[in-house]
């Protein structure tokens, strides 16, 4: 019975430190397009694609909405659309408030019913952006590197992504995994 209540207690301490591991989603409360407050909680249950934006970006922003525009459609196609949730966060709170998210939303033609585009105060904007990694550049100027974040349906963030090359057919198993 001894060795039955060590190998518990020793598998319980693993399970502990792999869960310890992962990292979760930072809590935020932002804004979203239409103005409605969203926290990372109203996530939970859903898997979520997270991705930084800005709405003056010329490089990689269009390009990455563009395809992830493509990525939502496969979703709601294949019937997951309840299960899956798309955020995209602005690094330029300043330029980008709740109207000009809506704008840029309805320019991707993005599904509103499935996909927030946040905006908040800066100071909350730049402690979530250090907190998953995200690099700014320190000139003055707005900088970002792709990233796209696979969270899990407990808010853990279960894969990066940096690619700009999004193609809704080599997503869809990645976004299957995270529902389990």
């Known amino acids: 019975m001894g060795r039955v209540r060590l190998v518990a207690a020793v598998t319980t301490i693993l399970v502990s430190a792999c869960s310890a591991s992962t990292p979760i989603l930072p809590a935020f409360t932002l804004t979203n397009q239409s103005g409605?407050?969203?926290?990372?909680?109203?996530l939970r249950g859903t898997a979520a694609l997270v991705?930084?934006?800005?709405?003056?970006?010329?490089?990689?922003?269009p390009l990455v909405t563009a395809q992830l525009v493509r990525v939502q459609a496969r979703v709601l196609s294949e019937g997951l659309g309840p299960r899956v949730r798309f955020v995209s966060i602005t690094v330029d709170p300043t330029v980008d408030t709740p109207a000009a998210l809506q704008r840029y939303a309805a320019v991707y033609g993005a599904n509103l019913a499935t996909w927030h585009f946040l905006t908040g105060p800066a100071s909350d904007i730049d402690?979530?952006?250090r907190e998953v990694g995200l690099l700014s550049g320190t000139t003055g100027r707005i900088g970002h590197?792709?990233?796209l974040l696979f969270v899990d349906a407990q808010g853990r963030i279960a894969a990066r992504e940096t690619s700009v090359?999004?193609?809704p057919e080599q997503m869809l198993p990645k976004i299957r995994r995270l529902l389990g």
């Open 36 to 42: 409605h407050v969203v926290r990372s909680d109203d």
């Open 51 to 61: 991705n930084f934006i800005f709405t003056s970006c010329g490089d990689v922003c």
């Open 127 to 129: 402690r979530l952006t």
């Open 145 to 147: 590197t792709n990233l």
């Open 165 to 167: 090359e999004l193609d």
